[in-house]
């Protein structure tokens, strides 16, 4: 269990996905270009084999704003996207309705 004032911490924003491409020499990452409303971000997520880059292009998703930046093949990742994990592998959690990137989740 986490105290509520640590759960305040996190910084869950709704980001658009803009530009999606394949890591080279990886079978499941992809450097994923997010618009954040604020600023555009790069993350790099572990979502290839279940996602084609072109299918990520324009759909809305939660992600981590505030987490600290990490490097993964040479690519550094500002935030982290939420996804589910199922038998088949990791499922995106997809806004269902638009809203204006950067929005955040209360």
């Not at 990490?70 to 982290?80: H, P, Q």
């Amino acid at each position: 269990m986490i105290k509520f004032e640590d759960f305040k911490k996190i910084d869950l924003r709704v980001v658009k996905i803009i530009n999606a491409e394949r890591v080279a020499d990886s079978e499941k990452l992809i450097k994923l270009e997010v618009d954040g409303g604020e600023e555009k971000r790069q993350i790099i997520a572990g979502i290839g084999k279940c996602y084609r880059p072109e299918d990520l292009i324009g759909k809305e998703i939660i992600m981590v704003w505030n987490l600290e930046p990490k490097v993964l093949f040479g690519l550094e990742s500002k935030g982290m996207l939420l996804a589910a994990e199922d038998e088949k592998g990791p499922v995106l959690l997809i806004v269902d309705k638009e809203v204006s990137p950067g929005t955040k989740i209360r």
